[in-house]
């Protein structure tokens, strides 16, 4: 069935510093593809999302490219800040006949800490 | 803010107990998408709810039930509660449009359930 993979954390760096998270997946159709943060002791907060290959997300600084080649969307931020501490989690969503979205697919989260 | 409430933020049950959980929508949006989120893990699809029907349904036991309502708030039920039932439970809202299908899922802040 599909999946989704990510890089596992947690994550430590610098303020300034540059972020990558990788996630690749695996799907029989044509999924959507999203990246969601979790903030300590919230829900899930939608950060980008792209629809079809080749796209770019982008929103609050954080980039991600839809490949389909190497079916990955590896989330990027050229300079993090102590705010962006959370749990990023990248996730698909199948198209369905009619071209309806499915329900979404989570990897396993990356936690993020972004030290002063 | 996304504009989907769950309520309660957090409840103490134990084993064998039933337990409802509620959800109302964003404005504008019909359909509900329940996901459960064990510690350190990504959500996992529990069901959708589209129209007052189920709509798609991930792995979960018969005793994981739900109801929508028509002014499209939703409610999950789980009966015969198991200690690995603890968890955090979101809800997610998004619009389904006759020839678009669904549009992107946002989440509510979830309730987290311990079972003792």
């Known amino acids: 069935g599909d999946s989704v993979t990510q890089m596992e954390g947690p994550v430590t760096l610098s303020e300034e510093a540059f972020l990558t998270i990788n996630c690749t997946y695996t799907?029989?159709?044509?999924?959507?593809l999203f990246w969601y943060v979790q903030y300590p002791g919230e829900g899930l907060q939608l950060l980008l999302k792209?629809?079809?290959?080749?796209d770019k997300g982008s929103n609050k600084g954080f980039e991600a490219t839809y490949r389909k080649e190497t079916t990955s969307f590896h989330l990027e931020k050229g300079s993090v800040q102590v705010s962006d501490s959370a749990v990023y989690f990248c996730?698909?969503?199948?198209?369905?006949?009619?071209?309806?979205?499915?329900?979404?697919?989570f990897g396993k989260g990356t936690k993020l800490s972004v030290k002063p | 803010e996304t504009g989907v409430t769950q309520s309660p933020t957090h409840l103490i049950k134990t084993r064998g107990q039933q337990v409802t959980l509620r959800c109302s929508s964003q404005?504008?949006?019909?359909?509900v998408s329940w996901y459960q989120q064990a510690l350190g893990q990504g959500p996992q699809f529990i069901f959708q709810?589209?129209?007052?029907?189920?709509?798609g349904r991930g792995n979960f036991p018969p005793r994981f039930s739900g109801l929508q309502f028509p002014n499209y708030s939703s409610e999950l039920n789980v009966n015969a509660l198991e200690l690995d039932d603890s968890a955090l439970y979101l809800c997610?809202?998004?619009?389904?449009?006759?020839?678009?299908?669904?549009?992107?899922?946002?989440f509510g802040p979830g309730t987290r359930l311990l079972v003792l």
């Open positions: 997610a809202s998004s619009s389904r449009l006759a020839g678009r299908g669904q549009e992107t899922q946002y």
């Open positions: 799907a029989t159709g044509y999924p959507s």
């Open positions: 792209a629809t079809k290959a080749d």
């Open positions: 996730a698909l969503s199948d198209q369905m006949d009619g071209g309806s979205q499915g329900n979404l697919i």
């Open positions: 404005s504008g949006h019909n359909t």
């Open positions: 709810y589209y129209r007052e029907e189920e709509n």
